[in-house]
């Protein structure tokens, strides 16, 4: 069992940043591709970026490119959702997610293929 709990959301302007914080614990979260997806009121929970569990590949949708940055630290049990040049179309509730990593490289992009989430935290962008 991995627990995810994350932090770092809030209400905030539109062009404004803000870090999300994940942190992983429990059996070997450190061996984990961890990702983050978001859901809108209404819509469904999408994909925005992973990590692989060696840091050495990561992954973003085409509508965060350029603006979101996802990383985690030495001990690659906290992952950080660095959100830059926020925009109202951003707001959603932002879920961390992790799954056995089942290569060094390996990205996992959709719902199916991660088997922890956190309880998500809620991002804001007001226009």
């Known amino acids: 069992q991995v627990q995810l709990v994350e932090s770092g959301g809030g209400l905030v302007q539109a062009g404004d940043s803000q870090r999300l914080s994940c942190a992983a614990s429990?059996?070997?979260?450190?061996?984990?591709?961890m990702g983050w997806f978001r859901q809108a009121p209404g819509k469904e929970r999408e994909f925005v970026t992973a990590?692989?569990?060696?840091?050495?590949?990561?992954y973003y949708a085409d509508s965060v490119k350029g603006r979101f940055t996802i990383s985690r630290d030495d001990t690659k049990t906290t992952v950080y959702l660095q959100m830059n040049s926020l925009k109202p179309e951003d707001t959603a509730v932002y879920y961390c997610?992790?799954?056995?990593?089942?290569?060094?490289?390996?990205?996992?992009?959709?719902?199916?293929?991660?088997?922890?989430w956190g309880q998500g935290t809620q991002v804001t962008v007001s226009s």
């Open positions: 997610a992790a799954t056995r990593g089942v290569s060094t490289s390996w990205t996992p992009r959709t719902i199916r293929q991660y088997a922890y």
């Open positions: 990590i692989s569990w060696s840091r050495i590949n990561t």
């Open positions: 429990g059996r070997t979260p450190a061996v984990y591709a």
